[in-house]
Structure formats: structure tokens, C-alpha cells
């Protein structure tokens, strides 16, 4: 793998349903290229193709055509199997209908991907209690995801989807469901977990997420038709959980 490769490349990437026999096209031959510590969003009406898009980049839709490459990898050829462990080593993935695991408590949720990972239980516990914290769910450790509200939920989805430290974040409208003050919430964490290096992809309709992308692709009718930078790009520290983070939008 060449230490120059995107953290994710598509190649004339298609998309076609079968809806009662008629093939629908729901991505018409998408390019993109996103560097490693880029932060793409998304956006576009609904039916545009956005969560198709993304959710194959993370393998959990499979193409018509095209290709998809992983840090250098192509990707669009993996078994099931393989995009599985691609996705526990490489890609955290938040839903929009959140998908924790509710027999499990909120921390168990929040652990279990850096455990797979491999990361010690001490280095799980310590990254959950930070994540956590910073999404203002501390208290929250012990509960099951079945008792919280659907804005708590969400919360606990990104910290899932983040406590692996993956080199790709991909996610579908994380504050889709949210509130103000539980979206500025997201922003912020967001907004510093890019400062330290995390390539993200994102889907969203809200301007005020995409106000902290580097990017912003506008898809139509499934295929892109505008790509631009958003200001100049920001310097990126090695920030801590007590930076102060500039949100803009």
C-alpha cells in the first residue's frame, strides 16, 4: 500500500436497484477522492444518492460497477467476510438508526469495537470514558441504549463508531435526529477529532455540519455536481480533549 493513497477512492461507481423488474439508478458513475484526513460532506435533496453512496464506501451496499479503494486497497471485490474485517480495522460507521446492540449496556456498546480491534480492555475503557464525556453521557455508562432518548441514542453512536480510532469515519446524517444543543455537541467532537487527523465522510443536510468540511460534494440525481473546498484549509494540531475547537457555519 503506497503511503500516498487516499483513504478512499471511487471509480465511475454505479448503483441500479431492481424495482418491479425496472432498473432504478440510484448513483450514475461517481468519481470521488477523499485524503487521508480529509472531511467530506455530503449533500443533496433526498434521492439524491447521498446514504447509497456512502454506504457503499463502507461495503454495506454492493455496487452495480465500479470500484472502490481503502487506503490504497481495492475494496469493491471483498467477500462479505472481508469487508467485515476491513470495516472493524479500518472504517467507523455511524447510522442514522443507530444500531447499538441493546442487550448490551451503553459502555459495553462504546468498548466492544476497540476490543475487536484489538486495543487492551484498559485502553477501551479509557477511550470510552473520554468519548463519552465529550458527548455529555458519563452518567449514562450502565444504562441499556433501549432506555435512552433518540438523541442519546445517536450520541452513543458516534462514540461506538470513533472508539477504534478508525482511519475512516463514514456517516449517514449523525445529527439527523438531534437537537440543537445535542448537535453542537456532535460538532464539537467532530470538529476536534478532525483536528487531530480523522478523515471523515459525511452525510448531511444541515449547513452547520458541513460548515466544519474541508469539502463539500452536492450530489443530484446520483451524480455529483459540484465539488468545491470551503475556505482555506484549516492547520490541523495534535489537539486534546481540552482544545478549544473554532466551529464555523
Known amino acids: 500500500m503506497s503511503a500516498a493513497a487516499p483513504a478512499v477512492r471511487a471509480v465511475n461507481l454505479v448503483k441500479i436497484y431492481q424495482t418491479g423488474g425496472l432498473p432504478v439508478p440510484a448513483v450514475r458513475g461517481v468519481d470521488l477522492t477523499v ?17 447509497t453512496l456512502v454506504h457503499m464506501l463502507g461495503g ?18 471483498l467477500s462479505e ?6 470495516r472493524r480495522r479500518n472504517i467507523g460507521f455511524v447510522f442514522q438508526f443507530f444500531n447499538l446492540v441493546d442487550n448490551m449496556t451503553v459502555a459495553d456498546n ?8 484489538g486495543s487492551t480492555a484498559k485502553h477501551a475503557r479509557e477511550r470510552r470514558e473520554y468519548l463519552l464525556g465529550e458527548l455529555g453521557l458519563t452518567g449514562k455508562a450502565d444504562v441499556a441504549p433501549s432506555r435512552l432518548s433518540g438523541g442519546e441514542q445517536q450520541r452513543v453512536a458516534l462514540a461506538r463508531a470513533l472508539s477504534n480510532h478508525p482511519r475512516v469515519l463514514l456517516a449517514d446524517e449523525p445529527t439527523g435526529n438531534l ?3 445535542n448537535t453542537r ?6 470538529g476536534e477529532v478532525h483536528r487531530q487527523g ?3 465522510v459525511l452525510v448531511t443536510h444541515d449547513a452547520r455540519v458541513a460548515g466544519l468540511a474541508d469539502r463539500v460534494v452536492t450530489l443530484l440525481d446520483g451524480q455529483i ?14 489537539g486534546g480533549p481540552g482544545d478549544v475547537v473554532e466551529l464555523r457555519g
Open 198 to 200: 480523522q478523515t471523515i
Open 179 to 181: 437537537d440543537s444543543r
Open 60 to 77: 454495506l451496499d454492493t455496487r452495480t460497477s465500479g470500484e472502490i479503494w481503502i487506503e490504497g486497497t481495492r475494496a469493491d471485490t
Open 110 to 117: 462504546v468498548e466492544l469495537p476497540a476490543l475487536l480491534g
Open 225 to 238: 455536481v459540484d465539488d468545491g473546498a470551503i475556505g482555506l484549509p484549516r492547520r490541523r494540531t495534535k
Open 185 to 190: 455537541d456532535v460538532l464539537r467532537l467532530l
Open 35 to 51: 485524503e487521508a484526513g480529509e472531511f467530506v460532506a455530503i449533500m443533496g435533496p433526498s434521492g439524491s444518492g447521498k446514504s
Open 81 to 86: 467476510s472481508g469487508w467485515a474485517l476491513l
